[in-house]
């Protein structure tokens, strides 16, 4: 039992006790006197002052007028006495039915045989009929998808067709299933010995606590699973080589035939070829005494492999997709027998370098590039000779060095690709760029930095020095200065959707920025310009992409819907199966692109024999209200009772 307080301002009326005492201190005393009439009452009256009774009086007087006030200023607290007591519910089954994608698993060999989810929606409706139409309890469902939620909650008699109806057509996710959450859900529920919560799940989890029994339908006689895990597509010696991952979990123990089918492969002709398929034997061997019931085996393919169907002449430089397949499984989970492969469409960035006076910079910093992003792009430099004419549309990157070529004061700059000005030789009013006298120093002169941005990340400016440079003297507000030398801008940046240009007003031969960090710059350049869309091709469902765009917008697409995006970068979550399409509409007069990811179950669901622990534990206990016992009536009572003892000590002191 606890005495709690409901208004504790109410005790501020205890002050009035400290105003009872400051009165008696202050009133004023005056002295009492009796006149008798016979020497008897003057014996008496002697013998009277000789007790002090009156002084009692006044003192027990003095304490109850203060009881009057405390008990006062407590009711005004408004007490009240809590005291637990023990509820005591119905009887409930509370069931929690793992949702994961492992959950999707047959009896290998009945392609339309039950899932372990079906079966454990069974469950359910045994137990709707026995708890609640047979047994007058109640019945709580919780679907343990990635965000877990009550199917049915605290059902009676009453929402037995209600309940039928929310069961018709459930189905788990292809995704994770997040036992944790549910029972995180579950918590309030399990009070008492009266609530019984049972898990099914094809996990083999450890103690869940003594308030939950925990049912795997998972069959290692029955079911066995074999998936395409993964594939990791490389350019090895200008081939692309297929390194696939195939794991099988189970009791298996087999020989299949892996096919994998490239289609769109440009061989140099002018269409492009769906090459013939390529068909590799592969080995599954699982038993009991397998760690986990697993087997993981890796199996490179190339197409110039003629034990397999290739060919010695099937070198392409690039493919549309690749379908790789293990025929002929009927295993338990038939979603992952298979994977399409994109990624074989590089993203190819064409560089032209015309110069007044050329140097080998260029060369030999695109080329460290053209290898260092090989995975990815293909870059493709073309330097030309002094006097040449630059060709004005059809290129991405545009370097125009020491000289403004004749076609580009005729014709005015590239629109179609971004432009690196270097060491120009004249203005360019069209971009508000006005240039003055040549900054010579005797020694380098060193850089410092300006605004941050993404074309000078990874550069330190105060270890490269220029020793000429090009004053600027003019520039419109679109460009950001990045570099300075002294209070000059160096280097500028325009990013607009029509123009995109770098401005270096200096000779690379008149400073030291020809280390790596101008190879530096060069990537920086590629990667804000031209970044890719995405940076990997097969993803997760559940897992969230961070998508960038080279153009003014991207078409998002799969199956279900389509929509623009146009602001990046930006995340997506992949929540569907399948192939998703992004494609580029470019602001330079480029025509679209388009790029392909496959999204699959997770690979951790292929694995379909699996033990994980859980976070959470539920212990039975005891669950209690709390009464409210109002104790005003008592202290009322108390403060009537001390008010008729204050008038009688009045009184008898009157008397």
Same mark, same amino acid.
């Given at each position: 039992?606890t005495?709690?307080?409901?208004?504790? &301002?109410?005790?501020?009326?205890?002050?009035?006790? @400290?105003?009872?005492?400051?009165?008696?201190?202050?009133?004023?005393?005056?002295?009492?006197?009796?006149?008798?009439?016979?020497?008897?009452?003057?014996?008496v009256?002697?013998?009277?002052?000789?007790?002090?009774?009156? +002084?009692?009086?006044?003192?027990?007087?003095?304490?109850?007028?203060?009881l009057?006030?405390a008990?006062?200023?407590?009711?005004?607290?408004?007490?009240? $006495?809590?005291?637990?007591?023990?509820?005591?519910?119905?009887?409930?089954?509370?069931?929690?039915?793992?949702?994961?994608?492992?959950?999707?698993?047959?009896?290998?060999?009945?392609?339309?045989?039950?899932?372990?989810?079906?079966r454990?929606?069974?469950?359910?409706?045994?137990?709707?009929?026995?708890?609640? %139409?047979?047994?007058?309890?109640?019945?709580? #469902?919780?679907?343990?998808?990635?965000?877990?939620?009550?199917?049915?909650?605290?059902?009676d008699?009453?929402?037995?067709?209600?309940?039928?109806?929310?069961?018709?057509g459930?189905? !788990?996710?292809?995704?994770? @299933?997040?036992?944790?959450?549910?029972?995180?859900?579950?918590?309030? +529920?399990?009070?008492?010995?009266?609530?019984?919560?049972?898990?099914?799940?094809?996990?083999?989890?450890?103690?869940?606590?003594?308030?939950?029994?925990?049912v795997?339908?998972?069959?290692? $006689?029955?079911?066995?699973?074999?998936?395409?895990? @993964?594939?990791?597509?490389?350019?090895?010696?200008?081939?692309f080589?297929?390194?696939?991952?195939?794991?099988?979990?189970?009791?298996?123990?087999?020989? *299949?035939?892996?096919?994998?089918?490239?289609?769109?492969?440009?061989? @140099?002709?002018?269409?492009? =070829?769906?090459?013939?398929?390529?068909?590799?034997?592969?080995?599954?061997?699982?038993?009991?005494?397998?760690?986990?019931?697993?087997?993981?085996?890796?199996?490179?393919?190339?197409?110039?492999?003629?034990?397999?169907?290739?060919?010695?002449?099937?070198?392409?430089?690039?493919?549309?997709? /690749?379908?790789?397949?293990?025929?002929g499984?009927?295993?338990?989970?038939?979603?992952?027998?298979?994977?399409?492969?994109?990624?074989?469409?590089?993203?190819?960035?064409?560089?032209?370098?015309?110069?007044?006076?050329?140097?080998?910079?260029?060369?030999?910093?695109?080329?460290?590039?053209?290898?260092?992003?090989?995975? %990815?792009?293909? &870059?493709?430099?073309?330097?030309?000779?002094?006097?040449?004419?630059?060709?004005?549309?059809?290129?991405?990157?545009?370097?125009?060095?020491?000289?403004?070529?004749?076609?580009?004061?005729?014709?005015?700059?590239?629109?179609?690709?971004?432009?690196?000005?270097?060491?120009?030789? +004249?203005?360019?009013?069209?971009?508000?760029?006005k240039f003055?006298?040549?900054?010579?120093?005797?020694?380098?002169?060193?850089?410092?930095?300006?605004?941050?941005?993404?074309?000078?990340?990874?550069?330190?400016?105060?270890?490269?020095?220029?020793?000429?440079?090009?004053? &600027?003297?003019?520039?419109?507000?679109?460009?950001?200065?990045?570099?300075? !030398?002294g209070?000059?801008? #160096?280097?500028?940046?325009?990013n607009?959707?029509?123009?995109?240009? #770098?401005?270096?007003?200096?000779?690379?031969?008149?400073?030291?920025?020809?280390?790596?960090?101008?190879?530096?710059?060069?990537?920086?350049?590629?990667?804000?310009?031209f970044?890719?869309?995405?940076? *990997?091709?097969?993803?997760? $469902?559940?897992?969230?992409?961070? $998508?960038? !765009?080279?153009?003014?917008?991207?078409? &998002?697409?799969?199956?279900?819907?389509?929509?623009?995006m146009?602001?990046?970068?930006?995340?997506?979550?992949?929540?569907?199966?399948?192939?998703?399409?992004?494609?580029?509409?470019?602001?330079?007069?480029?025509?679209?692109?388009?790029?392909?990811?496959?999204?699959?179950?997770?690979? =951790?669901?292929? /694995?379909?024999?699996?033990?994980?622990?859980?976070?959470?534990?539920?212990?039975?206990?005891?669950?209690? /209200?709390?009464?409210?016992?109002?104790?005003?009536?008592?202290?009322?009572?108390?403060?009537?009772?001390?008010?008729? #003892?204050e008038?009688?000590?009045?009184?008898?002191n009157e008397?």
């Open positions: 039992m005495l709690q307080w409901l208004l504790p &301002i109410g005790f501020l009326g205890l002050l009035g006790i @400290g105003i009872l005492l400051l009165i008696y201190i202050i009133k004023p005393s005056y002295q009492k006197r009796v006149i008798s009439s016979s020497y008897a009452w003057q014996r009256l002697k013998r009277r002052k000789e007790l002090p009774i009156d +002084r009692f009086r006044n003192i027990l007087l003095f304490l109850v007028q203060a009057i006030l008990a006062c200023a407590l009711i005004f607290a408004q007490p009240n $006495l809590m005291s637990p007591e023990m509820i005591d519910t119905a009887y409930e089954k509370l069931i929690v039915i793992d949702a994961s994608a492992s959950m999707r698993a047959r009896y290998a060999g009945d392609p339309q045989g039950q899932t372990r989810f079906d454990a929606l069974d469950e359910v409706r045994i137990a709707m009929d026995d708890v609640v %139409m047979r047994g007058d309890g109640l019945l709580s #469902v919780i679907v343990a998808d990635e965000e877990p939620y009550y199917l049915i909650d605290r059902m008699k009453s929402g037995y067709a209600d309940a039928i109806a929310s069961l018709e459930l189905s !788990c996710s292809y995704g994770h @299933g997040s036992v944790d959450k549910a029972l995180e859900l579950a918590r309030d +529920r399990v009070y008492n010995a009266s609530t019984d919560v049972i898990v099914y799940s094809g996990t083999e989890y450890g103690d869940m606590g003594a308030a939950i029994e925990c795997n339908l998972a069959d290692p $006689l029955r079911e066995w699973n074999v998936c395409v895990a @993964g594939c990791d597509v490389v350019d090895e010696d200008n081939e080589v297929f390194r696939i991952e195939l794991c099988a979990y189970g009791t298996v123990s087999m020989n *299949k035939m892996m096919t994998v089918r490239i289609k769109g492969a440009d061989l @140099g002709a002018e269409e492009l =070829s769906d090459l013939p398929a390529l068909t590799i034997p592969v080995h599954f061997e699982v038993n009991a005494e397998s760690a986990g019931y697993e087997q993981r085996q890796t199996i490179e393919v190339k197409a110039t492999d003629e034990s397999i169907g290739g060919r010695a002449d099937f070198y392409y430089s690039s493919f549309q997709e /690749a379908v790789i397949r293990v025929e499984l009927e295993d338990s989970i038939a979603d992952d027998d298979a994977m399409t492969v994109y990624g074989g469409i590089k993203d190819v960035i064409n560089v032209q370098y015309c110069s007044g006076e050329t140097n080998v910079f260029y060369y030999l910093g695109f080329t460290i590039l053209r290898d260092a992003m090989r995975a %990815m792009r293909d &870059i493709s430099f073309k330097q030309l000779d002094v006097e040449a004419t630059p060709e004005l549309s059809g290129y991405d990157l545009y370097i125009f060095e020491h000289r403004i070529p004749d076609a580009v004061i005729a014709f005015g700059l590239p629109t179609d690709g971004v432009i690196l000005l270097v060491d120009p030789n +004249r203005d360019l009013d069209e971009l508000g760029l003055g006298d040549k900054v010579t120093f005797n020694e380098m002169n060193p850089m410092r930095g300006g605004e941050a941005h993404p074309l000078t990340q990874y550069i330190d400016p105060a270890r490269n020095g220029i020793s000429e440079y090009t004053r &600027i003297m003019e520039y419109d507000s679109s460009f950001t200065p990045l570099l300075y !030398c209070d000059d801008p #160096v280097l500028l940046c325009k607009t959707p029509s123009s995109k240009i #770098v401005v270096m007003p200096f000779s690379l031969n008149m400073s030291d920025f020809i280390s790596w960090d101008f190879e530096t710059l060069l990537y920086n350049i590629i990667e804000y310009f970044p890719l869309t995405v940076t *990997k091709y097969n993803y997760e $469902l559940g897992d969230t992409l961070t $998508l960038n !765009c080279k153009g003014e917008s991207l078409v &998002i697409a799969n199956d279900f819907t389509s929509y623009v146009r602001t990046f970068p930006t995340e997506l979550v992949l929540d569907r199966l399948g192939a998703y399409s992004f494609t580029v509409h470019s602001g330079l007069q480029k025509e679209d692109e388009v790029r392909k990811i496959m999204v699959r179950i997770p690979h =951790s669901e292929s /694995a379909i024999f699996s033990v994980a622990d859980v976070k959470i534990t539920l212990d039975r206990g005891e669950i209690y /209200a709390e009464t409210v016992k109002d104790l005003f009536p008592y202290f009322a009572i108390a403060v009537i009772v001390m008010l008729f #003892v008038w009688w000590l009045q009184f008898r008397a």
